[in-house]
């Protein structure tokens, strides 16, 4: 949702196109330069190494192509906007860019659960997930993911360009001026359920994986001290998981349950109109921003993303791939390794 369908009912309001064009552009721009090379940079090691792949990293690869595919699309966004939102593109591009970033909103979201709870598994039932945990599983379940998630955002292609007549420009990104209130009914059903869907139900899945984790982690303290320095890295690492997650997609849907809530309201002032239209612009941008805070998290998820940066940056210095020799045991303790630390 835009600022405009509330402005139908309050011309005489100050607009703030200026302040969203600004914002959206500059926000749009920076994202795609730091989404691209992060994101980049992260598919290549993953590439690179793939060999040394695991049920974890199966998540991070497929995170990192959901964020390219969103990032390639914003500069589209920055044109609109660059333009004071005037749509030149074409009916089918303005239907794919408002997808794309829907959909990699949501894949993230699950990305990031389906990884929480790996995570789980591996820390609090080790030997249970010896059994359980594998790479055929996770691209299993990746496609589930991607298949759901597309279906469900399906709606977002529904609406493509329009033309605005009291701006006379062709708008995208945007909802028609005036909205009936049926239609707007069916905006709030469907913001409840992608609201409970897509945010509520994966958050309270995380939260439980990560107070798992972390009590298992301080009982085993007790057991063994020379471990507090890994234990510490793992809860350091999830601290950093839950920040991001709750800097990029909290605000957002909570502001949008809010906006749509100031949407059936009758009786509005222009100074309640202007601060949610503004909230609506900086949330977007947090929203569509976690394409910018996955590469951060590759790093921090443990040793095994460093891992394989240091073997590619080793092959690339000798110019070899001799496999290391693994002995049975060596060989399950890697494994082990590879899930705890991703």
């Known amino acids: 949702m835009d600022n405009e369908t509330l402005r139908g009912n309050l011309t005489n309001c100050p607009s703030i196109d200026d302040f969203r064009n600004q914002v959206y552009s500059t926000a ?3 994202i795609t330069v730091f989404g691209l090379a992060g994101n980049g940079f992260a598919l290549l090691v993953l590439l690179k190494t793939y060999q040394q792949c695991s049920e974890f990293h199966v998540y991070i690869l497929n995170l990192t192509v959901s964020d390219l595919l969103c990032v390639s699309t914003l500069p589209l966004r920055v044109l ?3 333009n004071k939102g005037q749509w030149t593109l074409g009916d089918f591009l303005c239907r794919v860019s408002s997808y794309a970033l829907y959909v990699n909103l949501y894949c993230s979201v699950y990305f990031m659960t389906a990884m929480s709870v790996t995570r789980f598994m591996a820390i609090v039932f080790p030997v249970q997930n010896l059994h359980l945990g594998s790479e055929r ?3 299993v379940v990746c496609v589930f993911i991607w298949i759901f998630i597309c279906t469900v955002s399906s709606p977002f292609l529904m609406s493509g360009q329009h033309f605005d007549p009291l701006t006379n420009k062709t708008k995208c990104f945007e909802p028609p001026r005036h909205s009936s209130g049926e239609g707007l009914n069916k905006l709030i059903m469907l913001n409840y359920f992608s609201l409970a869907v897509g945010f ?3 958050f309270l899945v995380i939260l439980i994986c990560y107070v798992g984790i972390i009590r298992a982690l301080l009982l085993r303290q ?3 001290q020379h471990q507090k320095g890994t234990k ?5 690492m999830i601290a950093v998981v839950m920040v991001a997650f709750l800097v990029s997609f909290m605000p957002y849907h909570i502001q949008r349950s809010l906006h749509l809530s100031f949407l ?3 009786a509005t002032s222009c100074s309640e109109l202007v601060h949610m239209q503004k909230s609506v612009v900086v949330t977007l941008c947090l929203a569509a921003a976690n394409s910018c805070f996955d590469p951060l998290l590759y790093f921090f998820s443990g040793e095994g993303f460093r891992r394989r940066l240091s073997t590619l940056r080793r092959r ?3 110019g070899t791939r001799k496999p290391p020799v693994n002995t049975p045991l060596s060989t399950a303790i890697n494994e082990e390794e590879n899930k705890l630390h991703g």
């Open 222 to 224: 007790h057991a063994a």
């Open 137 to 139: 599983r996770a691209r």
């Open 316 to 318: 690339s210095i000798t």
């Open 232 to 236: 510490s890295k793992a809860i350091r």
């Open 80 to 82: 609109y906007y660059v």
């Open 200 to 202: 509520v139900i994966p």
């Open 264 to 266: 059936s309201q009758k």
């Open 28 to 30: 749009y721009s920076i």
